[in-house]
């Protein structure tokens, strides 16, 4: 009887003891993993940045087109039969130079017709001027004469097309043979043509366009519009020309908006300095116009600076303390913003927390388990549950 009393007691002594070890070994994982100041709840270190003098740049974002500086139809004003040709796609000409041209035959007998009226109603009237009998119905005659007769030579002048303006042909939409009417394509003289702007394809018998210096329309925000002015700096990246980036300057910002789903925007244009040689018009590129820049200012990451409405804060870390001042802010860039006051030179600005996926883990990861040997079976896992290793009788909590 006493050796199953001194068994019983070993049994009781041995169990009590692995209770308050496991017991124990629970409490101190607890202490490790959820401790104030301790495993994954302590706090991650503060994140700042120094006050540092350095250049700060705002700049506004859009996206366009390459496009001709300069594009104009020339068209026939008179009527008449193509019987020259004399440029072809691809040619680089100057202004005034022949194009094309168109029977003269015609237009040449109306202005010969018209010379000799003209010195007909001329003769008459310095007859009569003569005798002392003038009237001046008789200077009517001549004026009208005159005016007949210039415009029957700007009709013959009519049947010879000149390129408007230097460029290269990019387009001849006729030849020799087609028959003409007075007005034809976008053009209303024949020498001159029309010029049209940029942004609107230009159309006539030849249409020369400037393939040396090229503009860039692009779109932006209705937020932005008010920023831009002209002669602002811009940096073009054309999509087809990577790596390339152009020079540029706002040359001039739309009055009236387009809307499109919505969405309201104005054009902006912009002269392309030095452009490559590669770059063709109808091209698709970004641009980033420069609005507003300080250089070799104080600034802080973007990310440090709070505001509301007209105020400005940011969190600063003096001796382990962090404490909230007002600063008065200038250019505010995407990546820094520039300090007026406020705020001195090297000077810790306290940046937001930056969530990572260890952290994540630590809060919502592995967490002990409350099914204690002997008290149930613990379910074991990483991702958001407990650990338990427990096989004991009772229930599990």
Not at 80 to 92: F, H, M, P, R
């Amino acid at each position: 009887m006493r050796r199953g009393r001194r068994r019983l007691s070993r049994v009781w002594v041995v169990n009590g003891l692995l209770v308050v070890v496991l017991v124990g070994g629970g409490v101190a994982g607890y202490l490790v993993f959820f401790a104030p100041g301790s495993g994954a709840s302590s706090a991650a270190a503060v994140r700042t940045a120094a006050v540092q003098a350095r250049d700060v740049a705002e700049v506004v974002t859009a996206a366009g087109a390459v496009q001709s500086g300069y594009s104009a139809g020339a068209s026939f004003a008179g009527s008449g039969t193509v019987n020259s040709v004399d440029v072809k796609v691809g040619d680089v000409v100057v202004k005034g130079q022949k194009l094309a041209s168109v029977d003269s035959a015609q237009a040449a007998l109306q202005v010969t017709i018209a010379q000799n009226a003209v010195n007909q109603a001329y003769q008459t009237l310095v007859d009569a001027q003569a005798r002392g009998t003038s009237t001046p119905q008789q200077q009517t005659a001549l004026d009208s004469a005159v005016l007949t007769r210039d415009a029957a030579n700007e009709a013959l002048a009519a049947t010879t097309l000149t390129a408007p303006g230097d460029g290269t042909v990019t387009s001849v939409s006729g030849k020799v043979g087609d028959k003409v009417g007075g007005g034809s394509g976008s053009s209303s003289t024949a020498s001159t043509g029309t010029t049209t702007s940029s942004s609107t394809a230009a159309s006539g018998f030849v249409v020369i366009t400037d393939l040396k210096n090229f503009v860039l329309h692009a779109n932006v925000a209705e937020s932005d519009v008010n920023k831009l002015k002209n002669d602002q700096s811009a940096v073009v990246t054309v999509n087809a020309l990577p790596g390339q980036q152009v020079q540029a300057k706002v040359t001039g910002v739309d009055l009236l908006p387009t809307t499109s789903n919505n969405v309201v925007q104005y054009g902006v244009d912009l002269a392309l300095a030095n452009p490559p040689a590669a770059l063709k018009p109808g091209q698709s590129a970004s641009v980033e116009i420069t609005v507003a820049s300080a250089t070799g200012v104080l600034a802080v990451p973007s990310a440090a600076v709070s505001t509301l409405g007209a105020a400005s804060t940011v969190t600063v870390l003096e001796n382990g303390a962090q404490t909230r001042k007002s600063v008065e802010i200038g250019v505010r860039g995407d990546q820094y913003v520039q300090i007026k006051s406020g705020l001195g030179e090297n000077e810790q600005v306290v940046l937001p927390q930056v969530a990572t996926g260890g952290g994540t883990q630590q809060q919502n990861g592995t967490r002990a388990g409350t099914g204690f040997p002997g008290t149930g079976n613990g379910n074991a896992g990483v991702g958001g549950g407990r650990v338990g290793g427990g096989t004991g009788t009772g229930p599990g909590r």
